[in-house]
Structure formats: structure tokens, C-alpha cells
């Protein structure tokens, strides 16, 4: 096999993989547009599922920066981008990678998008909550012991920091 050969061959399997990485972005869209919905309807059990589901999904990207690393070393190329490492590619292949390109940065923009989506309607729950729990009357009574553990005093207030003179 030529180098020329080789060299396609490893540019290949690399387009090969990064196609690999974009359809699991792809697949983590609905999974997001569904997490907006339970968060929304306030849907704790499913919400779990779905959580779960996207940490699958994510945990088969986990070793990208070694596999990138891999390629480019297989290629001969030191470039700290893609669009860098595309630019040394013959002339077709790098047209077929800039098209991917474009298309990943598409697909990262709505994940990224759905993604604050849900950030955003979990900190405005979280919020309301936390509203909700301020504005109750506080229930709970702590109790402190004298020193001999005899005398039990009830009140709102904790008294441990207090100093008798």
C-alpha cells in the first residue's frame, strides 16, 4: 500500500468517526427536547431516565481528545483545530470535511441551545421552590442540652454560641 494509499485510508476512518461522534449529538436532541418537557411538567421519574440516558449517550464520547490525537498522529499532522488538520488534506476530502464541519457546528449550536434551555428552567424550579420553602413558617424547634445534659431547652433560635458571664 502507497503512502498516498495509507493516508486515505486513515483520513477516511477518521471521517468515519467523527460521523460516528455527530449522530450521538444527533441522537441527544430529542433526548434534550424531552428533559425540557418533564422539567415542565415537573416529572421527577422520567426525568431520571432521561438524565441517565444522556450520560450513556455523552460517556460514549469520553475518549475524543485521545482519538483525535491518534488520527493526527497517524496523519503526521500538529494542528490545535480540525479546520487545521483539514487544510493538509487532499483537495476533496478536505471539501468533504468542511461540509461535516459545518454540519457538526450546526448540530453542537441547537444541543448547546436545548441544553441552557433546560439549565435555565431547572434554576427558575429551583428558584420557586426555594421561594416557596423561605416563605413557610419555620416548624422546626432545635433543642439544647445544658452542661450536665439535664435541662432541655426549646426554642427558634439556637443558643449554642451564647456565653454566660
Avoid at 421527577?44 to 498522529?73: P, W
Avoid at 478536505?94 to 448540530?107: A, P, S, V
Wanted: aromatic share 10%.
Amino acid at each position: 500500500m502507497s503512502s498516498a494509499q495509507a493516508a486515505k485510508t486513515i483520513i477516511d476512518e477518521f471521517y468515519d468517526y467523527l460521523s460516528d461522534v455527530k449522530q450521538i449529538y444527533i441522537d441527544i436532541i430529542p433526548v434534550l427536547r424531552e428533559e425540557i418537557d418533564q422539567i415542565t411538567r415537573d416529572d421527577v421519574s422520567a426525568l431520571d431516565d432521561t438524565i441517565k440516558l444522556q450520560q450513556a449517550l455523552v460517556l460514549r464520547t469520553r475518549n475524543f481528545d485521545d482519538n483525535i490525537a491518534g488520527y493526527m498522529k497517524r496523519l503526521g499532522v500538529s494542528a490545535s483545530t480540525l479546520t487545521e488538520t483539514v487544510q493538509g488534506f487532499p483537495e476533496d476530502d478536505r471539501f468533504r470535511f468542511y461540509d461535516f464541519l459545518g454540519e457538526f457546528d450546526r448540530i453542537v449550536e441547537q444541543v448547546d441551545f436545548y441544553r441552557d434551555k433546560c439549565r435555565e428552567l431547572l434554576q427558575s424550579k429551583l428558584y420557586t421552590l426555594d421561594k416557596q420553602l423561605s416563605g413557610m413558617p419555620n416548624k422546626w424547634e432545635s433543642t439544647t442540652y445544658d452542661e450536665k445534659a439535664g435541662e432541655i431547652t426549646k426554642s427558634l433560635h439556637s443558643k449554642m454560641f451564647e456565653k454566660k458571664i
